[in-house]
Nanobody, 129 residues
Framework: QVQLVESGGGSVQAGGSLRLSCAAS????????MGWFRQAPGKKREGLAS???????RYADSVKGRFTISKDNTKIALYLQINSLKPEDTAMYYCAAKSPCIYGVTLFPRLDSDDYNYWGQGTQVTVSS
């Protein structure tokens, strides 16, 4: 079992930045994938970025250039740096993990929430114009 807890969300004006964090604990496999997703009111859950245990990264086309995913192997923590925030970025942001993740994000780069078996409770991001 893997436990995930997000933090770092809040209210910010358009053009600002936020850094979301996800603390992971429990029994995670040596080969894993972790990712960030978001869901806005009335919309489907959207995959944003993923990273695997080797450090390979994958981004959705819609967020390339503004979002940066990273991890801390010592703490087993996940981060999402969001720059140039827009009102349309307003959503609940979720941290997720796939354990085990045999092929990694390079060989299997799909950002599909159905592929992830562990989820945090989410952190709200609200962007005003």
């Amino acid at each position: 079992q893997v436990q995930l807890v997000e933090s770092g969300g809040g209210s910010v004006q358009a053009g600002g930045s936020l850094r979301l964090s996800c603390a992971a604990s429990g029994n995670i496999a040596s080969r894993y994938c972790m990712g960030w997703f978001r869901q806005a009111p009335g919309k489907k859950r959207e995959g944003l970025a993923s990273i695997d245990s080797d450090g390979a990264k994958r981004y959705a086309d819609s967020v390339k250039g503004r979002f940066t995913i990273s991890k801390d192997n010592t703490k087993i923590a996940l981060y999402l740096q969001i720059n140039s925030l827009k009102p349309e970025d307003t959503a609940m942001y979720y941290c997720a993990a796939k354990s085990p993740c045999i092929y990694g994000v390079t060989l299997f780069p799909r950002l599909d929430s159905d592929d992830y078996n562990y989820w945090g409770q989410g952190t709200q991001v609200t962007v005003s114009s």
